[in-house]
């Protein structure tokens, strides 16, 4: 058994009962992706394990964040008033459109082998939703990346803006999930991911130089089109919707039927690090965010994903979500002291020191809860057994 017991006996006795329940009515999943995956997972040999599709998903995406963090670390790039920086080698960008085209394929797919293999597990949607948590991260920051600051570009703080909303969304959706018992998968994924591929490719073939230009009569350049339209899938196709099937399964009592305190306790959390943080950068002596944006956002993100978790635990497992995080205490010590104290650079080893805690304890989370849901239903998380494949 792990160290450290994760998952109590009423946890892990609620995953024996729990069924996968979701609906996708997106006309790109249904008619341009789930056909072509179709055709891709036939390609996989039906000795690899789902999870192991899962997780090499999102290691592409971890390696195009690395590479664009080490020659682009705070967004000069591809900025024309800072000539200074180099531009990002143009082979970046075509690593990022193969990398993002191959997790998404892989994302796509991992559900389909795992059903091919007969190999399916709530350890496979809680890896498989759960790693989603950390990549919100990922698109919003490359995109960020390709336009960078400037007259064409948008600013950082902005930036975090739209991280926290496309991570808001992914959290309603588990939210939306523990309320009634059924996934609605929102359609902004599918259509978000191919977009940033074609982005990607556009800025391979014509360099980052290609975006720095204004529409006429809106008077907006691309990264305010990007922008505004990330805005209009969380307000026009994620939150109605969201929120509209919560309030018919209230109405036709096919929910949970859970007070209306219960009903918003998975959402404390993830509200409550966005407050902390949006507040920080308010208070901030030396303007945190423009002074450490990747480091910023990858702490938010990496936060919102161990808090995502815990979540998607609760409602897999048909058990009462946590009020407030744990984790959260150190970040809001931290914004206490920056509340009351002119910290000026001090903040930025704080904010390094929250960074690594946060990660390091993500990824032990990770580790321990993958291995004792492991035990518990004698499986392996990246191989599966003959018997299962024959």
Not at 8 to 14: A, H, P, W, Y
Not at 103 to 121: F, N, W
Not at 193 to 207: F, P
Not at 361 to 367: M, P, R, S, T, W
Request: glycine share 6%.
């Amino acid at each position: 058994m792990a160290m450290f017991a994760y998952l109590s006996n009423k946890v892990l006795s609620g995953f024996d009962k729990y069924k996968y329940s979701a609906v996708d009515t997106s006309p790109v999943s249904n008619y341009i992706c789930h056909p072509f995956w179709n055709l891709c997972v036939k390609l996989v040999p039906l000795w690899v394990a789902p999870n192991l599709l899962t997780f090499t998903g999102f290691l592409l995406l971890l390696v195009s964040f690395a590479v664009m963090t080490y020659y682009d670390p705070h967004f000069y790039a591809s900025c024309r008033e800072h000539p200074e920086h180099a531009p990002i080698p143009n082979w970046v960008w075509l690593m990022g459109a193969i990398n993002n085209f191959l997790s998404h394929t892989l994302d796509g797919i991992d559900g389909k082998q795992a059903r091919r293999t007969k190999s399916s597990s709530p350890l496979g949607e809680l890896f498989d939703h759960g790693l989603d948590s950390w990549a919100t991260l990922f698109l919003p920051v490359a995109v960020f990346c390709i336009f960078g600051r400037g007259e064409h570009g948008v600013d950082v703080y902005r930036v975090f803006l739209c991280v926290v909303g496309i991570q808001f969304c992914f959290v309603i959706s588990h939210w939306e999930k523990y309320n009634t018992g059924v996934l609605f998968l929102p359609w902004g994924y599918d259509i978000g991911q191919i977009a940033m591929t074609v982005v990607y490719l556009i800025t391979y073939c014509g360099g980052y130089e290609i975006w720095k230009f204004r529409f006429p009569v809106v008077d907006l350049s691309p990264a305010e089109v990007f922008e505004i339209s990330l805005y209009f899938g969380m307000f026009g196709l994620t939150f109605p919707f969201t929120f509209y099937n919560v309030f018919k399964a209230y109405k036709d009592k096919t929910g949970k039927m859970l007070s209306f305190l219960e009903a918003m306790r998975p959402l404390v959390s993830t509200i409550f690090l966005f407050a902390l943080m949006i507040h920080w950068s308010h208070i901030s002596s030396i303007d945190i965010v423009q002074a450490q944006p990747r480091l910023y956002y990858w702490t938010v993100g990496t936060a919102f994903s161990h808090i995502a978790c815990h979540l998607i635990i609760a409602q897999m497992s048909s058990t009462r979500c946590e009020l407030i995080n744990q984790s959260l205490l150190p970040l809001f010590t931290i914004v206490a002291m920056v509340q009351f104290i002119s910290l000026n650079d001090v903040e930025i080893y704080l904010l390094w020191a929250y960074c690594i805690y946060i990660s390091l304890k993500h990824v032990l989370f990770g580790i321990g809860v993958v291995k004792e849901m492991c035990e518990h239903f004698k499986i392996q998380a990246f191989s599966i057994p003959k018997v299962s494949v024959q």
